[in-house]
């Protein structure tokens, strides 16, 4: 009996072993996402401009500028020039800390509270720039430019209703000069669903936001003005969430017919092909678009994006690297980069890049939870026990089953 208790004692232990591989395996598969996911570029904070030309003479170091505001905490021009240079040089925790600090200080300056939007939503402090938007607010009911933000946060946990609701109240207040907001309230209609809507949205509102010379756009805190081949990229994409494949190439023939327009277009149109599944298509304009401009950085991640979702983690890793040299803050990205080194078992780097991840957005839970696991191969419990434990904190349920006692 003895014998046979132990015999079944290692089978069962054999069993939770290939269990437990198994599962281990499956997980370094993270989610997929298509790979019109990297070419979403309406998935932005649009605000009035605050670029380099914003600035004028303004030279000022970090060290003048913390200096400057040491001397004077109400110089709103100083935080704002302090931000923008602190997330250029990737001090993400710093600008955010700035950010806070200007804004508390100088609550109805709508430039600083702006700069300040851009910041913390980049850094995915959303809570607390709720509380900001909430004060100012508070402080001024008819601060169209909060309520605007407010959009923005909504838009990003999901919210879209709210989000639509937000963004027509600003647009009912700031009567001129409008259209950043009108372009946030295109996108909310968009991720609500209403795909006609929005894309009118973007048809109507085109020629006056492309003539208003306040209105910029902010990914990863790169500044860009919208085109007209932006807004039919934008059009393409709203048609192909609908499944309107005819309408979605109508609106990047319309983008093609105007000059220097190819590279967007072409890696738009490739998003549409390869929702349609035809993925020779798909790859063909790729090439085209890298062709095009080969300092463009989303054909590479959606050319990584497809082998990745084919298991082909080493040809996947090429694209994201090239990609990574022209994009070096999409968070998105880099997890995708740490994901393939973890599936090619180089846990060590693959941490290197989740750590990357979170300095970006320490929010999400998948980054933490795919360093633990990381951790676990390694034999590291303690370390991966702490990942597991903060994953879970942030609402990744998936962590629990691995935390070790």
Not at 183 to 190: E, V
Not at 267 to 276: K, L, S
């Amino acid at each position: 009996m003895a014998t046979q208790s132990t015999t079944t004692n290692r089978l069962m232990g054999r069993l939770v072993l290939f269990i437990m591989t198994s599962l281990f395996a499956s997980l370094t598969f993270a989610k997929s996402t298509t790979v019109f996911y990297m070419q979403d570029e309406t998935q932005l904070i649009h605000l009035p401009l605050i670029d380099e030309k914003f600035f004028g003479t303004d030279n000022r170091t970090v060290e003048e500028l913390e200096s400057a505001i040491s001397s004077n905490p109400n110089e709103t021009k100083a935080y704002i020039r302090l931000c923008y240079l602190l997330k250029e040089k990737g001090e993400h925790d710093l600008a955010n800390e700035y950010a806070k600090r200007g804004i508390e200080s100088n609550m109805n300056d709508k430039n600083l509270l702006n700069i300040a939007g851009a910041v913390l939503i980049h850094s995915h402090e959303t809570e607390e720039l709720y509380n900001i938007c909430l004060k100012a607010v508070a402080t001024n009911p008819k601060n169209a430019d909060a309520y605007n933000l407010l959009g923005v946060i909504a838009h990003q946990n999901g919210n879209s209703l709210g989000a639509i609701t937000h963004f027509q109240r600003a647009l009912a207040l700031k009567k001129r000069r409008y259209n950043w907001i009108n372009f946030n309230l295109a996108n909310a209609y968009r991720a609500a669903e209403r795909y006609d809507d929005a894309a009118e949205l973007y048809r109507k509102s085109a020629k006056k936001f492309l003539a208003d010379k306040n209105f910029v756009s902010c990914n990863n805190f790169h500044f860009r003005k919208p085109n007209m081949v932006w807004v039919n990229n934008n059009i393409g994409l709203t048609y192909t969430m609908k499944g309107d494949y005819t309408e979605a190439n109508k609106a990047y023939r319309e983008a093609l017919s105007i000059k220097n327009s190819s590279s967007r277009v072409y890696n738009g149109m490739a998003c549409t092909y390869y929702e349609m599944g035809e993925m020779d298509s798909c790859l063909v304009l790729l090439d085209k678009a890298i062709k095009a401009n080969p300092r463009y950085a989303s054909p590479y991640k959606n050319l990584g994006n497809i082998n990745y979702e084919k298991g082909n983690f080493s040809k996947a890793l090429e694209y994201f690297n090239k990609a990574y040299e022209l994009d070096s803050t999409d968070e998105w990205l880099i997890s995708k980069i740490a994901c393939c080194h973890k599936n090619m078992k180089d846990y060590e780097k693959a941490i290197g890049y989740f750590n990357k991840a979170i300095g970006i957005n320490h929010t999400n839970g998948e980054n933490h939870y795919q360093k633990g696991l990381c951790y676990h191969r390694l034999g590291d419990t303690d370390k991966a026990n702490e990942s597991f434990n903060t994953a879970l904190k942030l609402g990744y349920e998936q962590a629990r089953g691995w935390i070790r006692k």
